[in-house]
């Protein structure tokens, strides 16, 4: 159990006002829109003629109780694109689609231990940014991630930061204002391979990583190593082979 995930639970077990009025403030406060009106990841209906892929790339592997991303190292990518002006684990990714759905990383996860995984992005909207710039969808095969906020899951559109420098986050992108202190979080069914896909909603919206932490039923950490995404670039990757752009 790592230092933070104490804090977490106390906040929100203890004073749950508190909790979540901290966790707020620390992913930037309340959280408005863009504009459009698609709340959902249309998919890939144009279908991958136009993406980038690499057909050597191989899966990631969730090791210990952890998967961890390099979002450039995606097996597949359409419509973003490297930038290297910033701070990162080796790069970030920008997307670039002009409308929502139009643009993709997808990347394959073979997990061996079942169970909840809290899901955390380093990411950031670009420099002067609105708000408007600070999300994406994201689904694993198919289905959407979720909170839980202590009664009942929500599903949540995706991940979304206020951030405005690279930092990891476990910050959902919702509507709902009452969910936004909530781990994100993916329920692993059966071992086996998934994808994961990180699907463009706000054109210049960066990410540079993409940590996955198997949790207990008490929602704490049980990862050994207790690493901690919040500082640093995080963990390095585990089980990447052949990706995306390394060659
Ligand atoms: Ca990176």
Not at 209 to 216: E, N, S
Request: glycine share 12%; proline share 4%.
């Amino acid at each position: 159990m790592t230092p933070y995930f104490t804090i977490l639970r106390r906040s929100l077990l203890v004073t749950p006002t508190l909790g979540l009025a901290l966790l707020i403030s620390a992913c930037g406060g309340s959280q408005s829109d863009a504009t459009g009106t698609q709340d959902h990841a249309s998919g890939d209906e144009n279908g991958t003629e136009e993406s980038d892929t690499n057909p050597t790339s191989g899966s990631y592997a969730e090791v210990s109780g952890i998967v961890s991303i390099e979002a450039e190292h995606a097996a597949e990518v359409r419509n973003w694109s490297r930038d290297d002006g910033y701070a990162a684990s080796g790069t970030t990714m920008r997307d670039d689609a002009s409308s929502r759905g139009d643009g993709h990383l997808r990347f394959s996860v073979t997990f061996t231990r079942t169970g909840r995984y809290y899901v955390w992005f380093r990411m950031r909207k670009p420099a002067g940014a609105t708000d408007g710039s600070n999300d994406c969808f994201v689904t694993i095969d198919g289905n959407d991630l979720k909170v839980h906020d202590g009664t009942s899951a929500h599903s949540v559109i995706g991940m979304g930061t206020h951030q405005t420098s690279l930092a990891f986050q476990s910050r959902p992108k919702t509507h709902d204002a009452a969910l936004r202190g909530y781990h994100p979080y993916c329920d692993i069914t059966n071992p086996g391979t998934v994808d994961l896909v990180v699907t463009s909603r706000a054109q210049g919206f960066l990410v540079d990583k993409i940590v996955l932490i198997h949790v207990g039923e008490d929602g704490n950490s049980d990862t050994p190593a207790a690493l901690n995404p919040t500082s640093g670039f995080g963990p390095a990757e585990t089980g990447a082979s052949t990706p995306f752009g390394s060659g």
